[in-house]
């Protein structure tokens, strides 16, 4: 029934740290701010803490589920709900899985025509894009790791950028703490979960890495790092924007690197956008090994043939998104459906699966 | 209708020693000569030309005169060579012949023969590494002589672990191929990999080593060099200790190196020769000389064909002066330049070097300063491209130097279609294309991926050799341990 992943297609578990943080630092990094800000207003900082920590528990859920049935994704929905059921359910979730690549494809393409080229046509850079993805997940999933791992390393210089803007920053801005209502904060969640999603696509790596069971502290490490790294974002957000203005801005992060002046370089958020090529890349990648390698699983079919499928699909779809009203829609209905899989699907799979656990060792 | 495609049977040759002499006979340098005089009469055949003459009137013929034989037993007791040969296998004898052996007979029509090696051995003198020179260090170089290679490395690793085994290769060529590993450290795994690959080489002539590491290469497409070749003994002796693998060409005077990493080829043998400090400070030096040999061009083009705006303004009244009258744009302002370089480049490469050296001069001063001045480049340019060219001579091993050189042109390419988003694209695909790498199975990119904080060590940095005692990991050698590190790092108290 399972299928054995030979031993030279493992990852080290350490490695996880990278596939969760790397998954989670994306094109929302740019833009998280304003939606929380939104409902949480200057406490926005304490709804990223209780997301990190709920997203801790789902990753918890996650593993509890794989180390129990030793697959991936494709195997808990099997065992839990049969085979037809199950594999319409996984069917879903990477049409879910599909969706998501596209916005953050064709988000990251309306930052550059935003930001560096209004005139760049998008089919030709989504082509190169899509084709530079096809290169990494046709060399197989220690290569998509590869460029996960790389993603992190090289673009880490840009943490030293989210701390320059302190010097213009007013740090009272932040206060009174805990001045929104509990309701307040359970909405601005809705917000910022969106912007930790890429956790979940550990369903269906799961079995690709080397004694997988070791690798649970490795991926809460990774969520603290994604955690920590958003803190201090947002703080110095909260800091530096007036939150009236806040409001207006789409882009807080890269409005933010505007006031970055060096020596021999102005204008740091052409750079930033630029870097951001790389940061992305893998997001794209492990979407669509993990949507490729799930539909071969079901399916039985050859993950190359998938794969071309699945990525001819998606630059149609790019394509379709012409301007910014729909891709914004198109973005809300697929973050819609991101929010009630990650706090409302998940969950409720760990429940029943474990409910059909227990069932089966007394039956 | 069939029966015309298939191969008609070969005729019955005559598949005798006298029809292989008669054959030899054909060609004018080979000599077949009968001695009615002596005690026993007797034949002597060999190719004039592959044979030392010497040997033959000072060692065998002498002998063969003395005495009165009846069977060629006899002879062989009575020639001073260790390697005396009586067979009847044409085969051999055919092989021998060609590789400079005599041939001698009682009878003309005999089909057992003796076989004398008797090769004649021309190499060149050792001599001073060129291409891998170093001030400090041994100044050996290998020669295009086997022999004399396998003792150069022989010589700095007396020892019986240190294996040779031997292939011959090339339809044509016969070339000696030696692949050498120390047994007990090297990973078994490496050595069948290169021995597999080269038993599996389909290949009619193989003129250098070079051409092995072609033929051999993980990806036979890749810009990037697998395999390192090295003219330098000393480097040879070091990477075997470290548990590579190393092949040795008969006529070659490079030996080729696996499995490696891509740092490796920033690492100039010359490093362990001296401080740790100044070794790391030289390596980061030519790490950051090839990404600026390869980016700054290209980052200029993008620059100045669509992110002004990223330039403060007090460089950009630099810039702007320095274009200000110049016609084309910048992509064809930097590719005529960089053709310039590459043609000044290659025809310093092809002409002999006192006519090169001036060639170098002519090019560098007066193309450059006409161009400037005919308006044709900004001289901000001239002087990033001439930088480029030069920190594309950093490289330690010569190949890199030529990929670097290739490197730059997609990148210009990409640059002026998106700018810097271009350059991300090509740099995303370099990285890909790294990360698929492989040397003899191992990955290329370690270890940055899969990282191995261990392994770096010898890597960006070249730490004490205090630190050094562990073997890389990613030749995952049999043996570890290159000495103790709890001996060599004992501290002692002060004054004791």
Known sequence: ?363 | MKMWFRKQPPEQQENNLVALINMYKQSGDFVHFHHPQSPQPYWVSYFGTLIDVEILHRDILPFLNKTAFTSLDGVKAALPFEDVLITSDLQKIQDDILQGSVLIQLDVKDATCLLVRAEMKKAREVTIPEEEYSVVGPKEAFVESITTNLNLVRKRLPISELKVKEFTIGTLSKTKVAVLYIDGITNEENVNTVCQRLSDLQFNQILDSSIIAQLIADNGHSLFPQLIDTERPDRVAGVLAEGSVVILAEGSSHALIGPISAMELFNAFEDYYVNWQTATALRLIRIFAVSFSILVTPIYVAVLTYHYQLIPKDLMVTLVSSRRNIPLPPILEAIILELTIELLREAGARLPSKVGQTIGIVGGIVIGTAAVDAGLTSNVLLIIIALAALASFTTPVYRMGNTIRLLRFPFLLLADLWGLLGIAVAFIFLIIHLLNLTSLGRPYLEPIYPPRLKDFKDSFIRFPFSFQSKRPGYLQTKDQIRFSKKKASEVHDIDE
């Open chain 1, 1 to 363: 029934m399972k299928s054995v992943i030979k031993d030279q297609f493992l990852v080290s578990p350490f490695l996880v740290l990278f596939l969760i943080h790397g998954m989670q630092y994306g094109v929302g990094v740019l833009s998280f701010q304003r939606d929380i800000a939104k409902v949480a207003g200057h406490d926005a900082w304490i709804s990223i803490l209780i997301t990190g920590i709920l997203v801790h528990i789902i990753i918890w859920m996650m593993y509890s589920m794989l180390n129990k049935t030793k697959g991936d994704l494709i195997t808990i929905h099997q065992q839990t709900f049969g085979k037809w059921i199950g594999n319409l359910l996984s069917l879903l979730f990477i049409l879910y899985v599909l969706a998501e690549s596209t916005t953050v494809l064709r988000s990251y393409i309306e930052i550059v025509q935003v930001w560096m080229f209004p005139l760049l046509k998008t089919w030709p850079f989504a082509l190169v894009l899509l084709l530079s993805v096809y290169y990494v997940v046709s060399s197989g999933f220690r290569i998509v790791t590869g460029v996960c791992f790389l993603a992190v390393v090289l673009p880490s210089y840009l943490i030293f950028t989210y701390v320059v803007p302190i010097e213009f920053s007013t740090f009272r801005n932040l206060l009174p703490v805990f001045d929104h209502s509990i309701l307040e904060m359970a909405q601005s969640i809705k917000g910022s979960i969106l912007s930790f999603s890429g956790f979940e696509y550990l369903l269906f790596y799961y079995p690709f890495i080397k004694q997988p069971e070791s690798s649970q502290k490795w991926a809460h490490f990774g969520n603290l790092v994604t955690t920590l790294l958003y803190l201090l974002i947002m703080i110095v957000t909260l800091a530096f924007f007036d939150q009236a203005y806040l409001q207006k801005v789409i882009w807080p992060t890269l409005m933010m690197w505007k006031i970055i002046e060096l020596p021999f370089v102005e204008r740091f958020e052409i750079i930033g956008v630029t870097s951001w090529a790389v940061v992305m890349l893998p997001i794209i990648c492990l979407m669509f090994w993990s949507a490729s390698r799930g539909i071969k699983e079901i399916f039985k079919l050859k993950q190359r043939s998938v794969l071309v499928f699945l990525l001819l699909l998606s630059f149609i779809v790019c394509c379709l998104l012409i301007d910014r009203e729909t891709i914004q829609q198109y973005n809300t209905f697929v973050a819609e459906i991101g929010f009630y899989l990650l706090l409302g699907y998940i969950p409720f799979l760990f429940i029943c699966c474990h409910i059909r656990f227990k069932m089966r060792e007394k039956g």
